[in-house]
């Protein structure tokens, strides 16, 4: 039997620019070869993107991607990038709506919706983060928040489209701070999306992955359970060492 295909993603956030991206390519390059099911994407910061595209060009199972884009192709939009020139830079894939994006800059589930229809539409895969806060978990509202973040997605985008899409769950308080959620409590949410999709007409396994304090020590509990297609990791993914040993690693049979 073979393993369901998994994606491990690097968010390098606000790290490595083009000189220690190529460093790190370099030495990640050298302690890792292609695995059969497993693709690697990396989303460095936008001044690194090209770097690091020329840096994988030889690897096929990696792919690299913008952390942030603009829905217009061009403008007035000062210090946006938009999907056109992320393209031209190597990217494959974008990140959207990751926490950050939202809490700390203000995206809204609508600014979210109509990057991921002009991803989709330039012909790049979007990777959608959705995720709730501490308060609205321990307020019970962690379902309510995950719907209302869905639901202009699947407004916008046209269900032909989906089979492109990828879906994360970092539940914002895992994010950065060493405490992640359970396999099971990510299972749940993970379930909850799929139903949400399907009742909305999406068919298809679209691969949801977690991402929130993912490390070497707790990825292969998080992807022992059959819920997860793969992992969005922010600090894990800064050493090129660690990072490789995190991708390697493998149940035991
Ligand atoms: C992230 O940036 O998406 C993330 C999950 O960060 P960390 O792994 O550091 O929690």
New binding site residues.
């Given amino acids: 039997m073979t393993a369901r295909p998994l994606i491990y993603a690097a ?1 390098w ?1 606000m790290n490595l620019g083009p000189q220690d991206a190529a460093a790190f390519l370099d030495r990640f390059l050298e302690l890792t070869a292609p695995q059969p099911d497993r693709s690697l994407w990396f989303f460095p910061p936008a001044v690194s993107l090209a770097t690091v595209a020329h840096a994988v060009r030889p690897r096929p199972d990696i792919l690299v991607g913008a952390q942030n884009v603009h829905w217009e192709p061009k403008g007035a939009f000062t210090g946006e990038i938009s999907i056109p020139m992320a393209q031209e830079a190597g990217a494959e894939v974008v990140l959207i709506g ?3 994006r939202r809490h700390l800059f203000g995206e809204t589930d609508d600014q979210v919706a109509r990057k991921t229809a002009a991803v989709l539409k330039a012909g790049l895969r979007p990777l959608v ?1 959705v995720g709730e806060t501490l308060a609205e978990r321990e307020g019970g509202r962690t379902e309510q928040v995950i719907l209302r973040q869905l639901e202009p997605l699947l407004d916008k985008v046209a269900s032909a489209d989906w089979g492109r899409l990828v879906v ?1 769950y ?1 539940p914002v308080w ?4 060493g405490k992640n959620a359970t396999p099971d409590d990510a299972a749940q949410v993970h379930e909850l999306i799929r139903f949400a999709l399907g009742r909305r007409g999406v068919s298809g396994r679209l691969p949801i992955l977690y ?4 490390s070497a020590k707790n990825v292969l509990a998080l992807l022992a359970r059959p819920e997860l297609d793969g992992v ?6 800064l050493d090129p060492d660690g990072w490789a040993e995190l991708v390697g690693l493998e149940a035991a049979p």
């Avoid at 991402?211 to 993912?214: D, E, L, W």
Wanted: hydrophobic share 30%.
């Fill in positions: 968010n956030k990751h926490s950050e983060c994360a970092e895992a994010i950065g701070t991402g929130g304090s993912v969005l990791v922010g600090g894990a993914s």
